[in-house]
């Protein structure tokens, strides 16, 4: 259990539907945070909103649910307005809304790469641009951006997707250094493979494509390639970091790219 030392701070966390989206707002509910959980859907999953709830009671943190369209500019500011409204305040930033598509380069359709820089990079910049005057108005604030390993390498079939990581990380670097001098920071956290059904559904297809459905070969391949550790990051571990980088521990930390990759990227 986490000293609560995010006790009276608000948090607005994209893709918060999502598995790792989910405990991140899990675990910042966990040290204290009042949550605001975004989704695309106009009804959220009430399981999801009501485990986050939970974890909150035990400091008395508040949940909200945040619906807005990471590929709508009016969409986040509306949303943005609708949680400080709320509220009064929004002192950490999580962006972690984000989406895949698998293809070559040259085969991707436009379209898919449109949405991938949209949802995973230009929301990014929407968001910040959005949240940002509000904490230097505060005069404090934690921006945390869920990049990925493929933020740090390339791997084949994913151009976009690691594109779009890798312009997370310099966003993050640039950021960091405009609020250097303040009480902002800004950071990123590099997960590799995370548990995650949407992960164990691209290794089923992947066992099936090359494997003859041998899911435990793919499963053995994909890490032995990408994750030395052959252990899978826990959505937990993801929360778990975006509480540290958030915590007075890591004040001084600015434009780091905290990895959660199994040794990844040490090669």
């Not at 380069?105 to 230009?122: K, T």
């Not at 690691?162 to 405009?178: R, W």
């Amino acid at each position: 259990m986490y000293q609560p030392f995010l006790v009276g701070k608000t948090a607005l966390v994209t893709g918060g539907l999502g598995s790792i989206g989910e405990a991140i707002c899990v675990e910042l509910a966990k040290a204290g945070c009042s949550v605001a959980v975004n989704g695309r859907r106009e009804t959220p999953s009430a399981d999801v909103l009501e485990r986050i709830t939970k974890a909150a009671a035990v400091h008395h943190g508040q949940v909200m649910y945040a619906c807005g369209d990471m590929k709508d500019r009016a969409s986040m500011a509306a949303m943005v307005q609708s949680v400080h409204h709320a509220w009064g305040h929004i002192d950490i930033l999580v962006n972690c809304a984000g989406v895949q598509h698998v293809a070559p380069a040259e085969e991707l359709a436009v379209e898919d790469w449109c949405d991938i820089i949209d949802v995973n990079f230009n929301s990014i910049f929407h968001m910040t641009q959005l949240v940002l005057p509000l904490m230097r108005q505060r005069g404090w604030g934690r921006i945390v951006n869920i990049s990925s390993i493929l933020g740090l390498v390339g791997n084949a079939n994913k151009a976009a997707y690691s594109a779009s990581k890798h312009g997370v990380i310099g966003y993050t670097k640039s950021v960091a250094l405009e609020t250097a001098t303040t009480e902002i920071t800004c950071n990123a956290v590099c997960p590799g493979f995370v548990d995650t059904p949407l992960l164990r559904k691209e290794i089923v297809a992947m066992a099936h494509e090359t494997y003859g459905g041998d899911v435990d070969k793919a499963t053995r391949q994909i890490m032995t390639e990408m994750q030395p550790s052959l252990q899978f990051v826990a959505c937990t571990a993801v929360g778990e970091a975006v509480v540290f980088l958030c915590s007075p521990a890591a004040k001084e930390m600015r434009g780091t790219c905290l990895s959660i990759d199994g040794a990844g990227s040490a090669r």
